[in-house]
């Protein structure tokens, strides 16, 4: 157990470490690296508490798909840095206040949480073959299928909606159409004609 | 010999238990290092044949001596860092890009009882880590500071996260068939002969998982990360020395790697596809061909490797937009199309789903 804390205060030291990088970092690209090395911290943090599902869905999701896209956009503007300080100032007196918001309500949480029975300490060992992945799909598929679907369709919407205000047909625009390529005839290209030979004149 | 039992038994089990895993682990990747070496020689004679070429044949008897002379050079030539770049993630990329490679090896079952760590979510295991090897690939290209390095990654980078969708849908098809996500349980099910293999009832899913594997590792023809005739070398232009030697070495380990997911999730792994033919157990020598094992696997892996050298030979490169057509208006109906199909087998009862 000793060396389950120690590898526990470790990840959580680094995990702290990266988060206060995502925000003193100058760079914008150095801070999303340190937002991925996060992720990878809560993901063995999580690993840990033996959710392992929970662990490996937030490296897939977050680190392989969002940080990705993320990094794309970050490298694609140029940010310019001088002009994000020049706000600064003007900012920090709303920010430092929701900052103090946040944490206060954080600090309440987790302790109105540790007073409860459950949560307080004593932390039994999953048995031996408890199939993290299929506990939760058994739950999502039976008793919340119905929030399950919804977010289907929330999300499907979400897709839809940000592709539509994003696609933009420039008129005059000259592309190919595949489809109408590959179904090509040949009569569609080439007209032979028959007729007879002429006399010469 | 006694005394070693001796010692080895007087250890603590979780000692014990570290040594074994230590070993386990040394033993697979120096297995998948020697392999991507030699995979160089192996394509490069592939493809020599191809072309009525001799391919190389003067260091060691056959050129089998080619790989570890091409390393030696490698390792000795000079590691030049541009003056502009970023040195630290200029470093870190090639890294970035062979460690998720060789990390995929943990949950790959090789032979029947051995998989270094066997977890139940190992093809959620094998989804996340390939989906991250994609840093390698923009870091480089951005810590470098040059423009052809950032089009090559952007590019490349692209291509990967379009086709990894179409390779996780496939991979749904392959765990509603086999109803787990554990890859031993996935080899398991497909046990007694090829009319078991996923290869049968998945095969859309197959040929799209296969393809997608080719895109994914930006091999030929969907090489435009480096197509040598557009941009010089994509994102790693400005790499020399080691750290080329990495993103090379990564390139074929993820190759090897994808080999030998697409043997385990459609071709039965280390399943024998003679199961059940006992006949040839009567003939001593052949009695290992109806026995499962890592032979099986090492010989499918050699296959695909082999198509993928094959495939470099055959085909010319797709143009850039033809293939982010192909991966997400293509292969991504199918594979929706398939898992309703699937679905509705399963409800029917048929095929493995009996």
Redesign the interface.
Known sequence: MLFHSILFYAFSLVLLGAACGVVFSK?P?HSI?FL?LTFFQAAILWLMAEA??LA??L??VY???VM??F??VV?MLEVDIEAVKKGMSRYTAPALAIAALMTFELINLIWLRSSDEEVGGNFQPLPEGY????ALGEVLYTEHVYAFEIAAVVLLLAIVAAITLTMRKRPNLKVQD?SAQVAVQAKDRVRIVKMDAEEKS | MGFVVGIWESLDPMLQYVILSTFKILIVTVGVILTVAFSTYFERKVIGGMQARVGPNRVGPMGLGQPFADVIKLLIKEIVVPTAS?KF?FVIAPLLSLIPALATWAVMPLHPGFVIAD???GL??V???T??G??GV??AG?ATNSKYA?LGA?RS??QI?AY?IAMGFALVGVLMAAGS?NLGDIIAKQEGGVSNWFLVWLFPLFIVYWVSGVAETNRAPFDVAEGESEIVAGFHVEYSGVAFALFFLAEYANMVLISGMTAIFFLGGWASPFEGWTFLNGIPVLSFLTEPGFHWLFAKICFFMYSFFWFRATFPRYRYD?IM?LGWKVFIPVTIIWIAVEAVAAWANVGPWA
């Open positions: 760079n690209i690296m991925v392992e599902f490996i869905v490296v897939l680190v392989g798909a990705v896209l990094l794309f490298m199939d993290n992945t299929k595949i | 970023n993630l977890i139940n979510a959620l295991y989804l996340a880590l989906s991250v994609v840093y923009i870091l951005w950032l952007m980078a692209a996260v990894e996500l033809q057509r």
